[in-house]
């Protein structure tokens, strides 16, 4: 085996909002980047300009992104997470907030007994991040 990627298909409301999501997440995780991006051009299957792939890192993790306008009976679920452990309380704090504002808090930022600092939610484009302060 060569590797393992998330992928991140953004579907029906989302469809054609992969790179701006792209951008939002980089922006708060240090050592984050897009690494290639993609386009559809003119005449092809989806929407000119919207995203076919991209590639990016969150603090050196690898992931993938791309839009299709296609009628799929699915979108993102909280069954699959985006899992970061994060450094100081700050850094958690600002981050679920920031993921947080637009979306829906699944569990709030909280002490669980498994975690001293714990949340769960859902961002504005549907995808599900738990976050988690390292010990």
């Known amino acids: 085996m060569k590797s393992i990627t998330t992928s991140l298909m953004f579907v029906g409301e989302q469809a054609g909002k992969a790179e701006e999501a792209i951008r939002f997440y980089i922006s ?4 984050s980047q897009i690494t290639d991006i993609q386009r559809y051009g003119a005449g ?3 929407p000119e300009g919207s995203t076919k ?5 969150i603090n050196g993790t690898e992931l993938m992104a791309l839009d299709s306008h296609l009628d799929h ?4 679920t909280p069954s699959m997470s985006l899992y970061v452990e994060c450094e100081s309380l700050s850094e958690i704090e ?4 920031a ?3 637009g979306g829906s808090e699944l569990m709030p930022l909280d002490n669980y007994g498994f975690s001293q600092k714990f949340g769960w939610l859902k961002d504005r484009y549907g995808v599900s991040w738990q976050l988690n302060l390292s010990d």
């Open 53 to 57: 792939m991209a590639r990016f890192t």
């Open 99 to 101: 993921l947080a504002d």
């Open 94 to 97: 600002g981050a679920f907030r």
């Open 44 to 46: 092809e299957h989806e």
């Open 28 to 31: 708060l995780f240090p050592g």
């Open 73 to 76: 009976q699915f979108s993102f």
